[in-house]
């Protein structure tokens, strides 16, 4: 069954520091691929997406990531984290053969140190 | 404003008795889902629908039906509720089954 990893339940970093969220997924082919990110009580917004392409991808807020088939992973990074980066991210794939759906991960819940 | 209104926002129920959260989508959109998150085990698909007429079971099915009557709506009915499906559960969108999503803000259920 396909399914999306992120290994670290919890990060905290400090202000200024850089960052970089795990996801690995599980699927026979290649998904398209997102990052969500979820402010607390609110839903979820969209940082960026992968399709096909340029396997580095820009999004919003300064974040980027990085597909890697070889790994299967797509990997979030972000050079310089800001306070107002706290939050829970999710990974997510988009499944394209047979019963077409979204899978999301567990969930990273991102503190930042001042 | 478009976008994705679910309702209630919250609800505290009694265990037994049955609830309908309500989802309406004004984007068109082909697909629509139900999701719920829980600490610890992030959001995890409870029913899908690809297109109006159809729908789908997701992870965690159990105790919960969907009905997809037309593009907009998509209901998600407890039929008798568990204190096991306490919980928040989101609505969201999409114009295809595994692209993009938009979400609701969400409604939070407790059932006692």
């Known amino acids: 069954a396909q399914s999306v990893t992120q290994p670290d339940i919890h990060i905290t970093v400090s202000e200024g520091a850089s960052l970089e969220l795990r996801c690995n997924y599980s699927?026979?082919?290649?998904?398209?691929l997102f990052w969500y990110v979820q402010s607390p009580g609110q839903g979820l917004q969209l940082l960026l997406k992968?399709?096909?392409?340029?396997?580095l991808v820009q999004g919003i807020k300064g974040f980027e990531a990085e597909f890697k088939r070889s790994q299967s992973s797509f990997n979030l990074r972000k050079p310089s984290v800001h306070w107002s980066d706290a939050a829970e991210y999710f990974c997510?794939?988009?499944?394209?053969?047979?019963?077409?759906?979204?899978?999301f991960g567990q969930g990273t819940r991102l503190t930042i140190n001042p | 404003i478009a976008g994705i209104t679910q309702a209630p926002t919250s609800q505290i129920l009694a265990a037994g008795r049955r609830m309908t959260l309500r989802c309406t989508q004004d984007m068109r959109h082909n697909a629509m889902y139900w999701y719920r998150q829980d600490l610890g085990l992030g959001l995890r698909l409870i029913h899908y629908?690809?297109?109006?007429?159809?729908?789908g079971k997701g992870e965690v099915p159990d105790g919960y039906s969907v009905s997809r009557a037309n593009t907009d709506d998509f209901p998600l009915t407890l039929a008798s509720a568990v204190p096991s499906q306490t919980s928040v559960y989101f609505c969201?969108?999409?114009?295809?089954?595994?692209?993009?999503?938009?979400f609701g803000q969400g409604t939070r259920l407790t059932v006692v």
């Open positions: 629908s690809n297109t109006a007429g159809t729908t």
């Open positions: 699927y026979g082919a290649t998904p398209y």
């Open positions: 969201a969108s999409s114009d295809q089954p595994n692209t993009e999503a938009f």
């Open positions: 997510a794939v988009g499944i394209i053969q047979g019963a077409q759906k979204l899978v």
């Open positions: 992968y399709f096909s392409g340029d396997t």
